[in-house]
């Protein structure tokens, strides 16, 4: 069903609060191309960073003769380089993220828009898409300009992809030779469990982030009584009593679920990011993104 009916994407408000931010990586990253971004790595572009001694081997080109002639000693001229980053949101379009309203699914596309944009406007390479067959459509962007193609690409996602994260990863990890910052939004939800498609993101040396979306109804759920229970990703089904004993259970396995969860990312530096489809987007991205080191 298309999130067509609901709030766009982004507004034009969160547009210009967008273009003022940056996305953060916590490693290294060669670029392949020159971008905005200041880079931990020593090279050769027009700023001035500092000096080092002279250890043979070193480019010649880089000695600074001048301090030569009045220290008597080598003193290599180091210059802070630019690069861009490689940036990745990988979306969870599986049946359970079309619920709650607004759908998690929508609030994953939301936030994946906002940072990728947030790469755009600084010249990162840019790669916003959806686990499993919608993601060999995705393109890869560069640049402001290209917004609204990512747009268009996330408008025709949809919710149905009932791949597992495992192989949804797994198919981005063939299709995707780079390395960069990976964010992976999802409710997690996935009988296979999650840990291993998070591990392959780490074993290709990825940053990797996580948006954990999940639905309030999902965890305060406002039904009581007889209920059966469908799966909407396999079909398999349950009947069962919503009593106060049974919501008490419930809410500790979700939370038991939501601790395990940020232990397991806490072990690997996976950095958690819990997210709540109640809580405006602009909220998410400008002050709680913010604050767990994904954007500054």
Not at 51 to 57: A, H, L
Request: glycine content about 8%; hydrophobic content about 40%; some cysteine.
């Amino acid at each position: 069903m298309s999130n067509r009916q609901e709030t766009p994407l982004l507004s034009p408000s969160l547009l210009g609060r967008l273009e003022r931010m940056e996305l953060v990586s916590r490693k290294v990253f060669r670029g392949r191309m020159k971008g905005e971004r200041k880079s931990k790595r020593k090279g050769q572009s027009v700023e001035f960073h500092d000096f080092r001694n002279y250890v043979p081997g070193d480019d010649l080109r880089l000695i600074d003769w001048n301090l030569y002639a009045r220290l008597d000693q080598l003193f290599l001229k180091l210059f802070q380089e630019e690069e861009d980053l490689h940036f990745y949101a990988l979306i969870d379009a599986s049946e359970s993220m079309n619920f709650g309203t607004p759908t998690k699914l929508h609030v994953a596309k939301q936030l994946a828009a906002a940072l990728g944009y947030v790469g755009l406007c600084r010249a990162d390479r840019v790669s916003v898409q959806a686990l499993g067959p919608m993601g060999r459509q995705a393109p890869v962007l560069r640049g402001r300009a290209s917004l609204w193609k990512m747009l268009n690409y996330l408008d025709l996602v949809e919710s149905g992809h009932n791949v597992s994260l495992f192989d949804g990863v797994k198919d981005f990890s063939l299709r995707n030779s780079g390395t960069g910052v990976a964010v992976l939004i999802s409710d997690l939800m996935d009988k296979q469990g999650y840990e291993s498609a998070l591990r392959m993101l780490i074993g290709r040396r990825m940053d990797v982030f996580v948006m954990h979306v999940l639905s309030p109804e999902e965890i305060d759920p406002p039904i009581r009584g007889d209920r059966r229970l469908i799966d909407v990703e396999d079909g398999d089904s349950a009947e069962i009593t919503l009593n106060n004993y049974a919501l008490q259970k419930y809410q500790e396995t979700v939370s038991s679920f939501i601790g395990s969860t940020k232990t397991f990312c806490a072990k690997r530096s996976i950095a958690y990011v819990p997210v709540r489809t109640e809580t405006p987007v602009e909220t998410i991205v400008t002050k709680y993104l913010r604050e767990r080191g994904v954007v500054r």
